[in-house]
């Protein structure tokens, strides 16, 4: 039902005014509701919120069968160098025969398994006496290296789980009591992974160095927890490095007390900070597809049909690193592009939001395009705090300063290994067997890596 402008004219003035005040105030709260279902629709593939925030109540089925997915190189088991081999010869054939000719092998079966675990337990027996001569009482003197009590392969393998596979300390206790037999206390655990961080010091320091010596880097933080407080984790990434830093706070000191004095070209989202950065810089385009999907769920027409628009012409860009456009190709998505800024540039909502902020974006959209290496999205450092994200969630954060300095160096000694293909235990191994000697650890390994 509809009233009519002759209806509004036989109505009093005073009515006349509270319609129009009810109009004005349904028009309001109907943009609020969307706006709230909008929020409430809110997750990771529709905005800039991380996956972990996504509800694990909620499905996100894609709608297709489950199955290998295509252009993804399968796996397959890697046959080990054996420690024990057995011919296996054919049975007796069909007819009676036991004698085969031109006998060869045609496949290798892999059969792993574990030898009884037995730590190798040793006692230094201390012994005391009087001097013969002079009468003074010596007592022996513990060799330096085992003076903790706990050798450099089981320190390592403590702090591999704690660090590399993220688990707790009450996890490790029980790991040690029931699969190597060994009773440790939390505190003695906790004094493994103090001298676990001390000995990869040198590493750290070196994967900093060797990270900002980089042409290009991706960078990214997350929120951590100490003691309750917030704290800011930074990653600084190439496609050889990951470096990480905990920060009390999200700002341009903490981002230049992480690059130090790198200045080569940057791959971020559009945090302002990042924005500043003078030296090139390739905005995440992955950011601003999620954000004009979410425009594109809208109720409202208008949002609706610039999320969709946006988020076509982004993919398309985004799609140009592999395979790069012709010239013409080129013109006319640059064209689309500048029309759809011009057309919502001046509008007050969302949509003139979102496409002023692509046009302050402009000059880092296409950096990937012409400088090489330079990928189009920031999900290479997503991926890379993936991990400190899960870990974050489950143990709340670092108690202390030691924790921080903990976590920043495992980190970064995890994920620099993970991609060079290192095994992150025989690192440790190498940097523990050094620290108990108080020499310095093998670190050719980072400084040689391009």
Not at 233 to 244: G, K
Not at 427 to 445: C, G, H, R, S, T
Request: proline share 5%; charged share 25%.
């Amino acid at each position: 039902m509809q009233v009519t402008e002759e209806d509004l004219a036989a109505t009093p003035p005073a009515v006349q005014q509270l319609l129009l005040h009810l109009i004005e105030k349904v028009t309001q709260q109907e943009k609020r509701i969307e706006e709230l279902e909008a929020k409430l629709g809110m997750n990771s593939s529709n905005s800039n919120k991380p996956p972990s925030t996504d509800s694990p109540y909620k499905e996100k089925g894609t709608g297709k069968k489950p199955g290998k997915r295509k252009k993804r190189q399968g796996h397959r088991q890697q046959l080990m160098p054996p420690t024990e081999t057995r011919k296996i010869l054919p049975p007796a054939c069909s007819c009676g025969c036991r004698e085969y000719d031109e006998l060869e092998p045609f496949y290798t079966h892999q059969h792993i398994e574990l030898p009884e675990i037995k730590v190798k337990v040793l006692h230094f027996i201390l012994h005391k006496g009087v001097c013969a001569k002079c009468g003074k009482q010596g007592k022996g003197i513990l060799p330096g290296e085992h003076t903790t009590g706990f050798g450099p392969r089981f320190s390592a393998l403590v702090a591999e789980l704690g660090g590399i596979n993220g688990n707790s300390r009450e996890t490790i206790q029980t790991f040690c009591r029931s699969v190597l037999g060994v009773h440790v206390s939390l505190g003695v655990v906790q004094k493994i992974l103090d001298r676990a961080s001390n000995s990869i010091k040198p590493h750290y320091e070196a994967v900093g160095d060797k990270t900002r010596a980089e042409k290009v880097n991706h960078v990214d933080e997350t929120s951590w927890k100490q003691n309750g407080k917030l704290n800011w984790l930074w990653v600084m990434t190439s496609t050889a490095f990951a470096f990480f830093m905990l920060h009390t706070n999200r700002s341009q000191e903490a981002f230049d007390q992480l690059i130090g004095a790198w200045e080569g070209i940057l791959v971020s989202d559009g945090y302002r900070l990042y924005q500043n950065w003078v030296h090139g810089r390739q905005t995440c385009l992955a950011h601003l597809i999620r954000r004009a999907d979410g425009l594109a769920e809208r109720k409202n027409p208008e949002l609706a049909r610039c999320g969709k628009w946006a988020g076509k012409e982004l993919r398309k860009l985004c799609k140009m690193a592999k395979d790069p456009p012709p010239m013409a190709e080129w013109r006319a998505f640059y064209a689309r592009l500048c029309r759809l800024i011009a057309l919502y540039r001046d509008c007050e909502s969302e949509a003139g939001t979102f496409v002023r902020h692509i046009e302050k974006e402009m000059d880092s959209l296409f950096t990937f395009l012409v400088e090489e290496n330079v990928d189009p999205t920031n999900n290479f450092a997503e991926r890379m705090i993936r991990f400190a994200v899960l870990w974050r969630k489950r143990s709340q954060g670092t108690k202390s300063e030691k924790g921080n300095r903990w976590v920043e160096r495992i980190l970064t000694l995890r994920q620099t290994c993970r991609l060079q293909g290192k095994s992150t235990y025989e690192i440790l191994v190498d940097a523990m067997e050094n620290y108990f000697k108080d020499q310095q650890p093998d670190l050719q390994w980072i400084r040689q890596a391009t």
